[in-house]
């Protein structure tokens, strides 16, 4: 959703590399206003990397970078005062309660006293922990932390946030309710930068997003848009015995549009899941198990890679 204000974050050829290691390899993406884009990947794709350049936490290698229009290299600071970070691992001041680690953070911004008080009270409202207000940090679950932390991110009201896999290690239940509270920013206008390695999440969060494998862009668009564009609509997934006749196997890959062999598994793409399956019954090809379900960026990343986002 372009602005007539341009975007937020402009990469064009952008690299980043470690001696001999490149851990972003000539990528080019655009951030817009109040959009929520992602970055999709395994770990080691080159998600953080990208993310801390855009952070000024990180130097640009080679490439343009550009930040609410400011050069990364020349205006970091400028630019970090308009930035919300949630980090990967959360680095809260576990000395202090939870209150405390907001104005505490306020302070770094100058934000007055009585302003960071009051911002304080609603953000803890708003991620659910006002009622632990006063309690030390230390003895919070991980879910309640990792809400902590993004409250804390929202302190000086930034133009844009960056999450770098804002629900790696919570339960599902936290998964979800994290997932509720960047809904809401997202709902009330704030442009999120996230970085995961779950389909669901990118699927849940993000207007746009890209999919990097090995520092590279291997695909961008709507999580929408991907499905559509590289899998069909379901996913009929096969587990068959070792001893399955190589003709059966070759009765098995000519009923799908495409076939991924995956170890202990086949997975069959087509437009009609159970359709095929009855295709099977009626050859009398037998299966151990079989599962009929709509495709996910999860299929769009095997198809492109060959891989999975867990490998």
């Known amino acids: 959703m372009p602005s007539a204000a341009g975007p937020l974050v402009l990469a064009s050829h952008l690299k980043k590399t470690f001696a001999s290691f490149t851990a972003v390899d000539d990528i080019d993406f655009e951030v817009h206003p109040g959009e929520a884009f992602g970055f999709l990947g395994p770990n080691g794709a080159g998600k953080t ?44 001041d576990l000395e202090l309660t939870v209150r405390e680690n ?21 953000l803890l409202a708003f991620v659910q922990l006002a009622e632990r207000a006063n309690s030390q940090v230390e003895p919070l679950s991980g879910g309640m932390k990792r809400r902590l932390t993004i409250a804390r991110a929202l302190v000086n009201d930034p133009d844009l946030i960056l999450l770098d896999e804002p629900t790696t290690g919570l339960d599902p239940q936290a998964r979800h309710l994290i997932w509720e509270r960047l809904y809401q920013l997202k709902k009330n206008g704030a442009t ?10 990118a699927e849940q ?26 899998v069909t609509r379901e996913v009929l997934e096969l587990r068959v015995s070792d001893e ?19 170890p202990e598994r086949l997975q069959l793409h087509a437009d009609d899941g159970e359709q095929v399956l009855e295709r099977i019954h009626a050859l009398g090809v037998r299966v151990e198990r079989a599962l009929v379900r709509r495709a996910t960026l999860e299929d769009v990343f095997l198809r492109l890679t060959g891989r999975t986002l867990v490998d």
């Open 192 to 201: 999120l930068l996230l970085t995961t390695h779950y389909m669901d999440e």
């Open 49 to 92: 990397s990208t993310m801390k350049m855009i952070a000024c936490t990180s130097p640009v290698t080679a490439g343009e970078l550009r930040v609410f229009g400011m050069d990364p290299r020349a205006n970091a600071s400028a630019i970090k005062r308009r930035l919300g970070v949630v980090p990967q691992a959360d680095n809260l």
């Open 244 to 262: 399955m006749p190589e003709t059966d196997r070759a009765q098995l890959v000519s009923l799908a549009t495409h076939v991924e062999i995956l």
């Open 102 to 122: 907001l104005l505490m953070y306020a302070r770094y911004f100058d934000i007055p006293a009585r302003t960071a008080r009051q911002r304080a009270e609603e």
């Open 205 to 230: 969060l993000c207007d746009r997003l890209i999919v990097m494998d090995k520092g590279r862009i291997v695909a961008e668009g709507s999580p929408r848009d991907l499905i559509e564009r590289y």
